[in-house]
Nanobody, 121 residues
Framework: QVQLVESGGGLVQAGGSLRLSCAAS????????MAWFRQAPGKEREFVAT????????DYADSVKGRFTISRDDAKNTVYLQMNRLKPEDTAVYYC??????????????WGQGTQVTVSS
């Protein structure tokens, strides 16, 4: 039974920091591409950061480059998102995603329930 559980969200002042956690069960995070997405009220869900399987290569949305860091702790089977120098526009529900390749050309996404991040100005 695959489950992704996000935690670490909350209220923070602009310029502050938060670290989000995504604890996985039913899959090993190092074997899959993991990512963080976010969705603000009235907005579409948008990509934030990703880390590739095995090699752990990272990539980020332009809006968060230099401020956010995605990482993986294989011993804890957990993915993190360190968020620094937060801005009000970072306010959103943040979701953890695991991407599983079912067959060539087809992928399946597992999603967590989300954790709310609110940044006040």
């Amino acid at each position: 039974q695959v489950q992704l559980v996000e935690s670490g969200g909350g209220l923070v002042q602009a310029g502050g920091s938060l670290r989000l956690s995504c604890a996985a069960s039913g899959l090993t995070v190092s074997r899959y591409a993991m990512a963080w997405f976010r969705q603000a009220p009235g907005k579409e869900r948008e990509f934030v950061a990703t880390i590739t399987r095995s090699a752990g290569i990272t990539d980020y949305a332009d809006s968060v480059k230099g401020r956010f860091t995605i990482s993986r702790d294989d011993a804890k089977n957990t993915v993190y998102l360190q968020m620094n120098r937060l801005k009000p526009e970072d306010t959103a529900v943040y979701y953890c995603r695991a991407e599983v390749t079912v067959v060539i050309g087809k992928k399946y996404n597992y999603w967590g329930q989300g954790t709310q991040v609110t940044v006040s100005s």
